[in-house]
């Protein structure tokens, strides 16, 4: 059974950078053909998918947040990890890691989701 777990910060000022971590178990992120996924969810709207990191490393952002996200990780912890810069109180979100098959495929298995809220 696959669990993938979110942690960070729930509080971010604006401007500065958002870090999220996802820590995955019973699978290895590098294992073929899965992608590791960022996905969020303003409050009142739907979700909306930022970018993934394949198992081999490449990643994929959303043509949207592109300018502003990174996603790398690390493969001796089996996390990978989310970087949103400049963050506004747009950002204010439900943030979750999810895994899924194939490149913007069906997602299996879901992180239960954290709150990350941006505030002075």
């Known amino acids: 059974q696959v669990q993938l777990q979110e942690s960070g910060p729930g509080l971010v000022k604006p401007s500065q950078t958002l870090s999220l971590t996802c820590t995955v178990s019973?699978?290895?992120?590098?294992?073929?053909?899965?992608?590791w996924n960022w996905i969020r969810q303003p409050p009142g709207k739907g979700l909306e998918w930022m970018g993934a990191i394949a198992y081999s490393g490449s990643t994929y952002y959303s043509p949207s947040l592109k300018s502003r996200t990174s996603i790398s990780r690390d493969t001796s912890k089996n996390q990978f990890t989310l970087q949103l810069r400049s963050v506004t109180p747009e950002d204010t979100a439900v943030y979750y890691c999810a895994r899924s098959r194939d490149y913007l495929g069906q997602y299996d298995y879901w992180g239960q989701g954290t709150q990350v809220t941006v505030s002075a």
């Open positions: 019973g699978g290895s992120i590098t294992t073929n053909y899965y992608y």
